[in-house]
């Protein structure tokens, strides 16, 4: 994380190139930990920047630009990228350099990005990236006739080990400058003439470089948006001129698109035949070899679905331990407090308002560093491509198609980077239809919740002699939420948003080591957003929860009527019978409406109450799994809590809305109430009723 001074200026430097090209992975080799994540204003697209120290002692700040094929642009995310590159952002200052992280193993189709790039004016270095890969692959690229070719900076680098980094910030520490090559690609007559009609008409009326308005001019007349998209932007005379040409286009039978492809993959072709020696492969790649396992239309299903097992396994069973000290430690600081403090209502804050709600939940942090642990390796491996391709065959039954699986595994971290991936999706049904069913994919916000009731609940036995009950139970519910997710999405492609299945093309990336340095900053990136909630949304409520429990007092009143008197128990008791049909006490009743910010809250509010419950020196040593396990119903005499109730709740969790941010993201994403509101309803209703029926058939059998 980083802080820009505002007396010093600090260039800043575009990281862009095609999707799977190592790029995420350079830019992490060349900032490390000095990072921050937001949003574009206005935008829900991710913006990552990081500060770079360069060679010679200066500064930069690298900007990650989502993944773009092109500069013509068709999702929003692209847009951004674009944008960004052409200095139409208000809120992001123009570039002073663009790394173009190119594939050294598909040197093809990066290059018609870099050629785009390099004819919009733009100072230029290329990443010749994953050369270790080319080489595997029997490729031999001639860098040094690359760079004269193109008339830019090549310096080759494996972004995964750090081969090359410090050769390209030498060159970023210099002065980077625009190829000093004339364009070598030709356009064929009439577009030609139209193209340069229209560069005049765009350098007359708006401050443009030259380069900058060749590169505006050809995508204006390739553009199959229609002219709508370019009124507010352009003068009228631009338009005009931009209306007539394409009709005159049109008349001719000119497909602008195709022909500027075309002519762009000529000059690729003449500068592959230069620059690439192939050797010629004895058989198939190692990569097609492992695929033919990995994507069989069998094995594969098998392999993904017990790669997914043992992932949870190891989140329940490796994290025990560091999980138990984590208890400790917070145990140890409501000791050390207690014993330092004199009684009063401030100790109680501190020890059972503050440290055990917020104890409460960071003890699960364990977990939620294993999991995203597992997401980054699975990612960097190349094989969660592999997965969307498999889930495609899945995917279409219900009517969408391997990209919206993307989203929904994005999900499995959290459903809001998730819906913020849809962006990629062109359909407008199957994006929206993405978006209302990504949150019944398990994120990490659930994992704290299922943690809790699987440890209190679920028995310490092996199944099989290797799996653990645990571990099982915490892969059925995250099955549960991808059945329900699929379902839904079933559902709503044949009634509310029905449209065709749309046809998957996805490129498969070669398999590479995982980099354990990109692992492991992905993996600290997400687990310090989650410490940040612990620290401030979490602390918050946990606080004003504290006070609702503890007021008003009651004189002469034990601990537990004291608490079913408090504001809290009044609210609790109050919404008792709504939920009592699901097997739920007026405790889980609260623990239910604070999770509506976020699912956690679930855990620190139960802390929070047991802690204020069971304040004395004799129990305040105990677990919050040990307190749930204790806790008897006065009125019963009989557990409040059991293996069934566990079951419900984590049922009820898999399905249920329960997430303010996602709301907010959901409204914003479709640009109104409708949606956002529809999802609440439909995940309430489903979590509802699902739960109810569980709870009834768990009473008939347990």
């Not at 070719?149 to 520490?173: D, F, H, M, R, Y």
């Not at 490796?318 to 917070?330: D, K, N, R, S």
Request: hydrophobic content about 45%; glycine content about 8%.
């Amino acid at each position: 994380m980083f802080r820009e001074t505002v007396d010093v200026k600090v260039n800043h430097i575009a990281v862009v190139g095609n999707p799977n090209s190592g790029k995420t992975a350079l830019f992490n080799a060349l900032t490390g930990l000095r990072q921050k994540v937001g949003n574009y204003p206005g935008v829900t697209v991710e913006k990552k920047e990081g500060r770079i120290m360069l060679g010679n002692g200066a500064q930069a700040v690298l900007l990650d630009l989502p993944g773009t094929y092109s500069l013509t642009p068709n999702s929003p995310d692209e847009e951004i990228a674009v944008d960004v590159l052409l200095g139409h952002l208000d809120h992001t200052p123009p570039p002073a350099g663009v790394i173009v992280v190119v594939d050294a193993s598909n040197l093809e189709r990066n290059l018609y990005l870099l050629s785009q790039i390099i004819d919009c004016g733009l100072p230029v270095v290329v990443a010749l990236n994953m050369i270790d890969v080319a080489q595997r692959n029997g490729v031999t690229i001639d860098v040094r006739k690359l760079s004269e070719l193109i008339g830019v900076p090549v310096v080759p680098t494996v972004s995964t080990k750090g081969i090359g980094v410090p050769e390209l910030k030498a060159v970023l520490a210099g002065t980077l400058m625009p190829s000093t090559k004339p364009r070598q690609w030709i356009l064929p007559e009439p577009l030609q003439s139209e193209c340069s009609e229209l560069k005049h008409l765009l350098l007359k009326n708006h401050t443009l470089t030259e380069p900058q308005a060749f590169h505006e001019s050809l995508r204006l007349l390739c553009s199959t948006a229609g002219l709508s998209l370019h009124s507010d932007r352009y003068a009228p005379e631009v338009v005009e001129h931009l209306r007539q040409d394409h009709e005159r286009l049109a008349r001719l039978g000119v497909d602008c698109l195709s022909t500027v492809v075309e002519a762009r993959y000529e000059w690729i072709q003449r500068i592959q035949e230069v620059v690439l020696v192939r050797r010629l492969q004895s058989g198939p790649t190692l990569t097609d070899r492992i695929d033919r396992v990995l994507t069989h239309r069998v094995w594969g299903f098998v392999i993904f679905f017990g790669l997914m097992t043992l992932m949870f396994q190891t989140i329940f069973t490796w994290a025990e331990v560091p999980m138990h000290w984590i208890g400790l430690a917070f145990n140890g600081v409501g000791d050390f407090i207690t014993a330092s403090m004199s009684p009063g209502d401030l100790r109680e804050l501190i020890v059972h308002g503050a440290v055990a709600g917020v104890g409460a939940v960071v003890t699960f942090l364990p977990q939620i560093l294993f999991l995203f642990f597992a997401i980054g390796v699975l990612e960097d491996t190349g094989y969660m491509a592999r997965a969307a391709f498999m889930m495609d065959r899945i995917m279409s039954k219900v009517g969408l198609h391997g990209k919206s699986f993307i989203p929904m595994l994005s999900s499995f971290a959290c459903a809001i980077p998730g819906i913020m991936s849809t962006r990629t999706i062109e359909n407008r049904k199957d994006r929206l239809v993405t978006i209302l069913v990504a949150p019944l994919v398990g994120c990490s916000a659930r994992l704290p919740v299922y943690a809790l009731m699987i440890a209190a609940f679920i028995p310490q036995q092996n199944v099989l002699g290797f799996f653990s009950l645990a571990g099982l139970t915490l892969v059925l519910m995250y099955l549960l939420g991808i059945v329900a997710a699929l379902a839904t999405a079933w559902l709503f492609k044949r009634t509310l948003l029905k449209s065709e299945t749309p046809t998957f093309i996805m490129e498969l990336p070669p398999y590479k080591l995982p980099s354990l340095r990109s692992v492991v900053l992905h993996m600290w990136s997400r687990s310090m957003h989650f410490l940040k909630q612990a620290g401030t949304i979490i602390l918050g409520v946990s606080i004003i929860l504290w006070f609702l429990a503890t007021y008003p007092k009651q004189d002469n009143a034990s601990r537990s009527e004291q608490l079913r008197h408090s504001f809290a128990g009044q609210a609790g008791h109050l919404i008792e019978p709504v939920i009592k049909p699901l097997g739920f006490d007026w405790k889980i009743g609260l623990g239910l409406v604070g999770s509506l910010l976020q699912r956690e809250i679930f855990v620190s509010t139960m802390g929070t109450i047991y802690g204020i419950e069971n304040a004395s020196e004799s129990s305040g040593n105990r677990t919050l799994v040990e307190r749930l396990q204790q806790d008897i119903d006065p009125v019963s005499g009989r557990s409040t809590y059991t293996l069934l109730t566990a079951i419900c709740l984590m049922v009820f969790y898999v399905l249920a809305m329960q997430c303010l941010s996602t709301f907010a993201v959901v409204k914003r994403e479709t640009n109104g109430w409708k949606w956002p509101l529809f999802q609440l309803g439909y995940m309430t209703a489903l979590a509802y009723s699902v739960t109810f029926v569980v709870y009834r058939i768990g009473l008939f059998f347990l």
